[in-house]
């Protein structure tokens, strides 16, 4: 017979077996619920860098949120815990959200789901202008779809159509505004259509912020954006927009809250905004491309002349080097012969009796016109010249006498 130890053992191993079972039933049971798609008694985490909206009968009354760094608190103690906001801080997980990775949200509480939602994104895409492939930025419809939840911070891209800026030149710019939802109450459920307030009001002060600038300026902010180079003047524009100020640790301070401001309206405050794409359109646009084709032109003449007159240069200076060559082997010549006649007594005479004399000379009569011949270099007598031939008698002939 089994002993009573034995048989205690195996029931208790039993026992913690159907325990620990049961316990993991209730775990996978928690989180199917959790991840059906109308939420009761609990909630999955949001996804890094999210928040969500907890319901009850049409009224916010909590918000989960999983962004690092950053975690809720009531804007005022006695307040609603729907007027949580966002400071830099750092909030422990519960244990359901240690151990299943999802949050108790209460008996009748849900997960507010916003319908058929709609939003936009960018997109760079590679198009071919003018036969060269370019990167352009396009604006990407996204949705409609069911979205449960909503990022802390989001990149808004806005375009503002047809902007005359100076030169009454009108032009096309897109521009990325990046947000930080601090009162995610205020950010969706205080306006019916908060996106189509904040591009209105975005593109309200681009209007007026390029409107004196010329398209040269405007291009130079572009591509500062490319460069991570961020626009101070335009910058201070937003900031002073945002009606809310920060700390020099970057915490807000909201207790600076202008009812006016984007804060006040929005719930959001604006971290960055760039201008990173303009386009001529219109006449503008065949004026700039035939101003441009000119200048092409021009450039091309430009450099066909400065090539012409480079060869012409080199020619001559080719000449001149050559021409310098030329005198100064004749200098030499002179010299080497000057050093000749100079040694000899009377070598002026000599050397001008030389030159006549020579086998290369024409002259064959030399007379002087002077007697008393002034001679600047001592030249020496010149060598004597060969004897003349003798006359030959031809046969039957006599000298003549």
Same mark, same amino acid.
């Given at each position: 017979? $089994?002993?009573?130890?034995?048989?205690?053992?195996?029931?208790?191993?039993? *026992?913690?077996?159907?325990?620990?079972?049961? #316990?993991?039933?209730?775990?996978?049971?928690?989180?199917?619920?959790? %991840?059906?798609?109308?939420?009761?008694?609990?909630?999955?985490?949001?996804?890094?860098?999210?928040?969500?909206?907890?319901? +009850?009968?049409? =009224?916010?009354?909590?918000?989960?949120?999983?962004?690092?760094?950053?975690? +809720?608190?009531?804007?005022?103690? /006695?307040?609603? @815990?729907?007027?949580?906001?966002?400071?830099?801080?750092? =909030?422990?997980?519960?244990?359901?959200?240690?151990?299943?990775?999802?949050?108790?949200?209460? $008996?009748?509480?849900?997960?507010? #789901?916003?319908?058929?939602? =709609?939003?936009?994104?960018?997109?760079?895409?590679?198009? /071919?202008?003018?036969?060269?492939?370019?990167?352009?930025?396009? #604006?990407?419809?996204?949705?409609?779809?069911?979205?449960?939840?909503?990022?802390?911070?989001?990149?808004?891209? !806005?375009?503002?159509?047809?902007?005359?800026?100076?030169?009454?030149?009108?032009?096309? !710019?897109?521009?990325?505004?990046?947000?930080? %939802?601090?009162?995610?109450?205020?950010?969706?459920?205080? %306006? @019916?259509?908060?996106?189509?307030?904040?591009?209105?009001?975005?593109?309200?002060?681009?209007?007026?912020? #390029?409107?004196?600038?010329?398209?040269?300026? !405007?291009?130079?902010?572009?591509?500062?954006?490319?460069?991570?180079?961020?626009?101070?003047?335009?910058?201070?524009?937003?900031?002073?927009?945002?009606?809310?100020?920060?700390?020099?640790?970057?915490?807000?301070?909201?207790?600076?809250?202008?009812?006016?401001?984007?804060? &006040?309206? $929005?719930?959001?405050? *604006?971290?960055?905004?760039?201008?990173?794409?303009?386009?001529?359109?219109?006449?503008?646009?065949?004026?700039?491309?035939?101003?441009?084709?000119?200048?092409?032109?021009?450039?091309?003449?430009?450099?066909?002349?400065?090539?012409?007159? =480079?060869?012409?240069?080199?020619?001559?200076?080719?000449?001149?080097?050559?021409?310098?060559?030329?005198?100064?082997?004749?200098?030499?010549?002179?010299?080497?012969?000057?050093?000749?006649?100079?040694?000899?007594?009377?070598?002026?005479?000599?050397?001008?009796?030389?030159?006549?004399?020579?086998?290369?000379? &024409?002259?064959?009569?030399?007379?002087?016109? %002077?007697?008393?011949?002034?001679?600047?270099?001592?030249?020496?007598?010149?060598?004597?010249?060969?004897?003349?031939?003798?006359?030959?008698?031809?046969?039957?002939? @006599?000298?003549? @006498?």
């Amino acid at each position: 017979m $089994l002993s009573f130890a034995v048989i205690f053992t195996v029931i208790f191993l039993g *026992i913690a077996g159907l325990l620990a079972g049961a #316990i993991y039933g209730i775990g996978i049971a928690i989180k199917w619920q959790a %991840n059906k798609p109308v939420k009761r008694f609990f909630a999955p985490v949001p996804r890094p860098g999210s928040f969500s909206f907890v319901m +009850l009968e049409g =009224r916010v009354v909590d918000i989960i949120e999983n962004v690092v760094g950053w975690m +809720l608190e009531d804007t005022k103690p /006695e307040g609603t @815990k729907s007027e949580k906001h966002f400071v830099p801080d750092h =909030r422990d997980p519960g244990f359901w959200e240690k151990t299943l990775g999802v949050r108790w949200i209460g $008996l009748f509480e849900t997960i507010k #789901i916003f319908k058929e939602w =709609r939003w936009t994104e960018f997109q760079q895409v590679e198009r /071919e202008e003018r036969g060269q492939r370019v990167l352009k930025y396009e #604006i990407v419809p996204r949705g409609p779809a069911d979205v449960p939840e909503f990022f802390f911070q989001f990149s808004h891209p !806005v375009v503002i159509d047809d902007v005359e800026i100076d030169g009454n030149i009108r032009v096309n !710019v897109v521009t990325l505004i990046t947000v930080l %939802n601090l009162h995610p109450t205020r950010a969706f459920f205080l %306006n @019916k259509d908060p996106t189509g307030l904040f591009a209105a009001i975005v593109k309200s002060a681009i209007r007026s912020y #390029i409107s004196k600038k010329t398209f040269d300026q !405007v291009k130079e902010m572009v591509a500062n954006a490319s460069k991570g180079n961020q626009d101070t003047e335009l910058w201070n524009i937003f900031k002073n927009l945002n009606g809310l100020t920060t700390d020099e640790k970057s915490k807000p301070d909201y207790d600076s809250e202008d009812t006016f401001g984007i804060f &006040s309206k $929005l719930g959001q405050i *604006i971290i960055r905004a760039e201008i990173v794409q303009v386009e001529a359109v219109g006449d503008t646009a065949d004026a700039l491309e035939a101003k441009r084709l000119a200048e092409l032109r021009g450039d091309a003449n430009i450099a066909a002349a400065e090539k012409a007159a =480079r060869t012409l240069i080199v020619a001559a200076q080719g000449r001149m080097d050559a021409a310098q060559h030329d005198a100064s082997a004749q200098r030499t010549l002179n010299e080497q012969n000057a050093g000749y006649f100079a040694s000899l007594p009377d070598g002026g005479r000599m050397f001008a009796a030389s030159q006549v004399a020579s086998k290369d000379s &024409s002259v064959s009569t030399w007379v002087e016109g %002077n007697s008393d011949v002034k001679v600047t270099l001592p030249l020496p007598p010149a060598p004597p010249r060969p004897p003349e031939p003798e006359k030959v008698e031809t046969t039957g002939s @006599k000298s003549p @006498k």
